[in-house]
């Protein structure tokens, strides 16, 4: 009987043992992508340290008629970037698209603040794809100013998607600070 009763707790152990390891494995084989935009560099430069830091495709939202200096001067009224963000129908075409979005079901969204918020490219990028089911998290750069209402934004484009609200980081951002930050979204 003993041994028996030993044998049934020890299957009971096994198997409770292979569901914990099938419920971690499923957290970390979560297919992930970092798509990005970025007009000067450092929103590539975060973005390619958060792939690495968590092992994840990169693809850059690379603008049809990329961005001249002229274009992103913020002082001038009629630049190409304050027209874009006076106009938040705008939505400037982008080069070329994911292949096989539907095998993602975690896709990061990088882009610089433009005037408080998301540039409008990345909001042709987020209504370019049916996210329904998948988890979007927004991450930006700036000057200083926070990822503000980026996040609610972004769910607009994509109502079927789980948008978390995201975050802003410095340049500089070490790896180890975007993956510690990285897990806690998945
Ligand atoms: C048109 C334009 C608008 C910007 N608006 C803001 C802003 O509202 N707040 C801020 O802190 N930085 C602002 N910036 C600065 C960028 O967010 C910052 O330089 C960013 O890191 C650039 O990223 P990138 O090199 O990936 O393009 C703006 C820059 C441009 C070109």
């Not at 000067?40 to 693809?59: H, P, Q």
């Not at 002082?75 to 006076?86: A, H, L, T």
């Not at 539907?102 to 990028?125: A, K, L, N, Q, S």
């Not at 990822?147 to 802003?168: D, M, T």
């Amino acid at each position: 009987m003993k041994k028996i009763i030993s044998a049934v707790l020890s299957l009971l152990m096994l198997l409770t043992s292979f569901e914990v390891r099938a419920e971690e494995g499923k957290i970390m084989n979560k297919k992930v992508l970092v798509a990005y935009f970025s007009a000067t560099g450092t929103t590539a430069g975060v973005a390619a340290k958060l792939a690495k830091a968590i092992d994840a495709d990169l693809f850059e939202i690379k603008p049809e008629q990329p961005y001249t200096e002229a274009d992103l001067d913020w002082r001038n009224k009629k630049s190409r970037s304050s027209v874009e963000m006076n106009d938040l129908t705008s939505r400037p075409a982008i080069v070329s698209k994911v292949e096989d979005m539907e095998r993602y079901e975690v896709v990061f969204v990088g882009f610089p603040i433009w005037w408080y918020r998301e540039p409008t490219i990345v909001d042709t990028f987020m209504e370019s794809y049916d996210f329904a089911g998948k988890t979007v998290i927004p991450f930006a750069t700036s000057g200083s100013s926070s990822i503000g209402h980026s996040g609610e934004n972004l769910q607009k484009c994509a109502p079927g998607a789980k948008v978390s609200g995201g975050r802003r980081f410095a340049a500089d951002v070490s790896v180890d600070e975007l993956k510690n930050w990285a897990e806690e979204q998945l």
